[in-house]
């Protein structure tokens, strides 16, 4: 099977087009006329996994490992030391980012992991109506996400509305009308701002909120790998947080 054969199938799913400017999703790692034997589904690469993966493979990844542009490559980064590593093993990488955030990601952590009605109000912010304490919402979050600690900003002590956005979605505050917003990486100020603007924030984690792109990929593309006898393999990326 040939990478350009599972891109194409991918593009069709989730349109590369549609990723942010300052994004870098697509083939990262590889050529598309390439030939793979085994695939990988992954949040991340880090070093300890594409260590273990077998060459002449190709790994899904949501986070594309380049972003800026390279000048050197080195091993005291951690982008050019992985590189290196795919590079001698001839491992292919696609990476899947905004694109399926927008068409697919956002909508399967709200409504399928949270099992809420969440709609899209913008391309990457669903919102939803609930009836729930602050508290009462805090408690369900950590049960559907298996949270076990949650930071939050207190600003409603009834919820009505709430938005979702997985990730890092801080920056989509100005667009945020409903009582609590669900997020990843909230910052000291972002909660201030929030708190200022009576809405309610809960941190559900960057991991934590995406982590759930593995099984989604791996539903979406099944199908498909089967008819062409190939099976992909979720492998877990390390969260580099502990919490203590």
């Not at 951690?78 to 899947?96: N, Q």
């Not at 099944?222 to 979720?234: E, G, R, S, V």
């Amino acid at each position: 099977m040939q990478i350009k054969d599972i891109y194409n199938y991918l593009n069709d799913l989730s349109p590369f087009e549609l990723q942010e400017k300052w994004d870098n999703s697509g083939l990262i790692v590889g050529n598309m006329e390439d030939k793979f034997e085994n695939i990988y589904i992954s949040l991340d690469l880090d070093l300890e996994m594409i260590e273990n993966i077998e060459p002449k493979s190709l790994i899904i990844t949501h986070h594309p490992l380049i972003f800026s542009p390279i000048k050197t490559v080195n091993d005291d980064r951690y982008a050019t030391k992985l590189l290196k590593i795919l590079i001698k093993k001839d491992i292919a990488l696609i990476s899947m980012h905004t694109n399926i955030d927008k068409t697919h990601l956002n909508s399967y952590v709200g409504n399928d992991i949270l099992g809420l009605n969440f709609e899209k109000s913008d391309d990457f912010v669903l919102t939803t109506k609930v009836d729930m304490s602050f508290e009462e919402l805090q408690e369900y979050i950590k049960k559907k996400l298996g949270i076990t600690t949650l930071k939050v900003t207190d600003s409603t002590k009834k919820i009505k509305t709430l938005s979702l956005t997985t990730g890092s979605g801080m920056s989509l505050l100005p667009y945020i009308k409903t009582d609590c917003f669900l997020t990843g990486d909230i910052k000291y100020h972002e909660a201030m701002e929030a708190k200022a603007l009576g809405i309610s924030l809960i941190d559900i984690g960057h991991f934590e909120s995406e982590i759930h792109f593995c099984t989604l990929l791996e539903g979406l593309i099944q199908d498909y790998l089967k008819k062409n006898n190939k099976t992909a393999i979720i492998v877990a990326s390390q969260n580099p947080f502990e919490y203590k």
